[in-house]
């Protein structure tokens, strides 16, 4: 494969940009939004090129962890992170439990731009170093992973519905 698969999730909220972006930066904020209808445990968020996000996501007795290696942060226009999928205890990168041929490593980029007094923000997603397994995986998943993003995004509005009515 030549070209590889990338699934990108344009969205415009109805918040300031500086609102927007603490809710992408700021843990009490993420692990409210982030997976949603799963608990989000935010065991680690350093916000530093090189820096690491460790999360876990609890539903039941189940539970997924996972790391972030931040690559880039431009304050309030740009995050670039490495997003492994999956991890064992100890924050090593595993293959993903549930689906074995998803990509152990995407390449996330997620912009945030005015849109007069509202914030558009594009997600992009991109396996990164991935076996022609990975990638065809990921391929097939496209058309199903706006849904997830969404649901995280409903919650955002709400969040900043919330933040909104604070500062009035």
């Given at each position: 494969m030549s070209d590889l698969p990338e699934y990108i999730l344009d969205r415009v909220f109805d918040a300031p940009r500086e609102m927007v972006?603490?809710?992408?930066?700021?843990?009490?904020?993420?692990?409210?939004?982030?997976?949603?209808?799963?608990e989000t445990i935010i065991h680690k968020f350093d916000?530093?090129?090189g820096g690491m996000w460790l999360n876990e996501m609890k539903w039941?007795?189940?539970s997924m962890l996972s790391k972030v290696v931040f690559k880039e942060i431009t304050p309030l226009e740009q995050l670039v992170w490495h997003h492994h999928s999956s991890t064992d205890s100890?924050?090593?990168?595993?293959?993903?439990?549930?689906m074995p041929d998803w990509p152990r490593v995407l390449l996330t980029t997620v912009t945030f731009e005015d849109e007069g007094a509202k914030t558009k923000v594009r997600l992009s997603w991109v396996p990164f170093e991935a076996t022609d397994a990975e990638l065809a995986c990921f391929a097939g998943a496209i058309d199903g992973m706006g849904k997830g993003w969404e649901?995280?995004?409903?919650v955002m509005?709400?969040?900043?519905?919330?933040?909104?009515?604070?500062?009035?």
């Open positions: 972006w603490r809710a992408w930066t700021d843990p009490e904020l993420l692990s409210r939004w982030y997976g949603p209808g799963v916000l530093k090129p039941g007795d189940n100890e924050w090593n990168t595993v293959s993903n439990p549930q649901s995280g995004y409903a509005d709400e969040i900043f519905a919330e933040l909104q009515a604070e500062n009035a």
